[in-house]
């Protein structure tokens, strides 16, 4: 069974400053893994998808990296802001039974400092 | 608005009694998927259509829910006999499956906040 872990649970920096969070999945067979973000109560945004054959994606101030045969990625954020301040979830997309499975880490809550 | 619906944005109901959640997912996307998410957790997985064919469920979900996409379009979840650990996000999520899975990205709705008194 896919088991995602992210580290740390809880993050707080002050404004401007890089960060880095941490995903770790246990199965290497994965289709793609994707950054989400989510704000309280709400849905999740999309923020970046990378394919099991790719090794980074990146979006404005956002790299994500993705270490398959070790079960790791990364979510880089530069220059941190406060409108940065939200909880971000990596899952992985992964073969289940006949079928397809995202599964989801507990997630990074992040506050950034103004 | 093009992207994932769900309605109510918020429930609040009394143990026992039966709900419904509705969401209208991306026009043809042929895959629908329900997640339940609690304070602090990812969230997970209950259920998943393809089309109109319910293809997967979780052992999350009990004889207590049951989930339809009856014309391959909008779906429901309903939970009967509620109960407080039914507590919960719920979350719609659809994704166009017509290429490699690699290639397969989920878009989430803004969820049922669900509350059983």
């Known amino acids: 069974k896919q088991e995602v872990t992210q580290i740390p649970a809880a993050l707080s920096v002050p404004e401007g400053e890089n960060l880095v969070l941490n995903c770790s999945f246990t199965?290497?067979?994965?289709?793609?893994l994707q950054w989400f973000r989510q704000d309280p109560g709400k849905g999740l945004t999309s923020l970046l998808l990378?394919?099991?054959?790719?090794r980074e994606q990146t979006s404005g101030r956002l790299n994500a990296s993705l270490d398959k045969s070790s079960g790791r990625s990364t979510l880089y954020i530069a220059a941190s802001q406060p409108g940065d301040s939200a909880t971000y979830l990596c899952?992985?997309?992964?073969?289940?039974?006949?079928?397809?499975?995202?599964?989801f880490g507990s997630g990074t809550q992040l506050t950034v400092l103004p | 608005d093009t992207g994932v619906s769900q309605d109510p944005r918020h429930k609040i109901t009394k143990r026992g009694q039966n709900v419904t959640f509705r969401c209208d997912p991306i026009?043809?996307?042929?895959?629908l998927y329900w997640y339940r998410q609690t304070l602090g957790q990812g969230p997970e997985f209950l259920t998943y259509?393809?089309?109109?064919?319910?293809?997967?469920k979780s052992r999350l979900l009990s004889d207590r829910f049951s989930a339809e996409r009856p014309k391959g379009s909008f779906s429901t979840l309903e939970i009967q006999r509620t109960e407080q650990g039914d507590s919960a996000m719920y979350l719609c999520?659809?994704?166009?499956?017509?290429?490699?899975?690699?290639?397969?990205?989920?878009?989430f709705g803004s969820g049922t906040q669900l509350s059983v008194l």
């Open positions: 999520a659809s994704s166009l499956a017509s290429g490699p899975a690699t290639n397969e990205k989920l878009f």
């Open positions: 026009s043809e996307h042929n895959r």
């Open positions: 199965d290497s067979a994965i289709y793609n």
């Open positions: 990378i394919q099991s054959s790719q």
């Open positions: 899952a992985v997309l992964a073969p289940s039974g006949s079928a397809r499975q995202l599964t």
């Open positions: 259509f393809q089309n109109e064919a319910q293809l997967e």
